[in-house]
Structure formats: C-alpha cells, structure tokens
C-alpha cells in the first residue's frame, strides 16, 4: 500500500485552447506537436500535452521551464485561452501491479492496456470525482485532480486497495 | 452501464454524461421581433415523441463538448450520435 499512491512531482499546470493558428504556434514553443487523436498525449522532456477535448489541451511542465511564458509569447497575436491552473489541482501517481484493479473499483473505463494503452489519457469520473486519467506506464496511471477533491480521493484509493481483489 | 457513443471520444459510461434537451432548436435571429406566443413556442414547446429523438447531449466529464443524439425514447436505446452542426441522420425507428 505505501507505494501504490504518490504525490507526483511539482509541475506547472496550463489549459490551452485554440484554433488551428495559434496550436501551431503553441507547438513551436512546445518543441512537439500537439496530439489531434483523441484521448492521447505527446511528450517531450519534463513537458506533456493531454488532450482534453478537440479543441482543447493539459499543458504539464517542469515549474522552472517558464513554459507558460513561453506560449504565451509564441500565441501572443492569435485568439487563444490559455490558463494556469497548477495550483486549482494536484497529481497523484497510482502504481503497482493493483493499479488498474484499485482504479476499476471507481472508474467505469476499461483500462485493460488493450483498451487504455500507454499515452492515452481522458476526463473521466473516479467515484465521485472528475479527474484527468493517464496512463503513463503498464503498471502505472498519473491522476490529476482538483485540490479540494484530493483528500477525499486519497482516502477513496486507500479504502479500495484493502478491499481483497481477485487473482 | 449504458455506453454513450461521443462522436468524439467513442463508446463511453453514461455518467460521463449530461442530458441537454431537444436538439435542432434554432435561437430566433430577431428575438425582438417575436410575439409572446412566438416566444413561447420557442422557449418552452417540445416534441416529445414516443420513438427516435433527436436530443443533446454533452460529454461533461470527458472531452467536455456537446454533440447530438437519436434515441429511441420508448427503449433507451442511443440508435446514432453525430456533431454538433451536422444534419439530422434521416432515420426511422426500430419500431416505425
Ligand atoms: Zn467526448
């Protein structure tokens, strides 16, 4: 139990939204190219672009990078949204060979790799919670949730992993 | 659980989800220029078919945008989902 929740590492936060022009100016400070499939995410370094919607990014970075600086400088003449929100919530790693079973005790999805691969990421609900989903290893899912719900879902995830889960 | 296609995200949990009335409905372009009758019309009359419904819906707890549906309102069953700003499919019910 003691490693299957972590609090992930401190990172900057930023939604970004908008059209064509200003994505391709956001993916020149980016240094990669935002996902267009649905439900994945790219990555390059300490930096992460989720896809939230068809319109519509998680920006995570390392807090010193300066990258929302950086977008905002590069999107500076298109009509775009871009908005920090690494205080409004908080990164939780859930990890371990129990990770898809605790998960599943709370979230509809199927998160059977063959379903919810590696890289693939989504708004979803986690009991009570709406969270962001990404799975970032076989073993291993990065949450992010808003910060009042935080406590509550930390102890959600303890509760469910003494619940005896199948073999 | 019902599953809820989103056209763009696929087949997902019906929690996910929000009900958002009946689709296809046209704000008036000159509001001022209606009568009460008009308005009301507008505001508050509705279809409410027994059989395909087409109604919106809104994928609030993933990718977060609206979409359209045909549902068949005597079984539940969701028959297509389609975009926002795409025609109503032109089908007819299982039953009809
Ligand atoms: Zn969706």
Known sequence: ?167 | MLLITCPHCGPRPELEFVHGGEAHIARPAQPEALNAEEWTEYLYMRANPKGLHAERWRHLHGCARFFNALRDTTTDQFVVTYKTGEARPDLKGPAA
Request: with cysteine; charged share 20%; hydrophobic share 50%.
């Open chain 1, 1 to 167: 139990m003691a490693d299957l929740m972590t609090n992930a590492p401190s990172m900057a936060r930023h939604v970004l939204r908008g059209r064509l022009e200003a994505l391709l100016a956001a993916e020149g400070a980016l240094g990669f190219a935002l996902p267009r499939e649905a439900c994945r995410s790219a990555s390059l370094n300490d930096a992460h672009a989720l896809w939230l919607g068809p319109d519509e990014w998680l920006i995570l970075s390392a807090p010193e990078a300066g990258l929302g600086d950086r977008l905002e400088g590069a999107m500076g003449a298109h009509p775009h949204s871009l908005v920090e929100v690494t205080d409004r919530q908080v990164g939780l790693v859930v990890s371990g060979i129990e990770a898809e079973a605790v998960l599943s005790v709370g979230c509809p999805l199927d998160l059977d790799q063959a379903a919810f691969p590696i890289g693939m990421c989504t708004r979803t609900v986690l009991s009570k919670a709406e969270i962001v989903l990404w799975r970032t290893g076989p073993e291993t899912f990065h949450l992010e949730v808003w910060r009042s719900f935080a406590a509550y879902l930390r102890a959600f995830l303890t509760a469910s992993a003494v619940v005896p889960v199948a073999d």
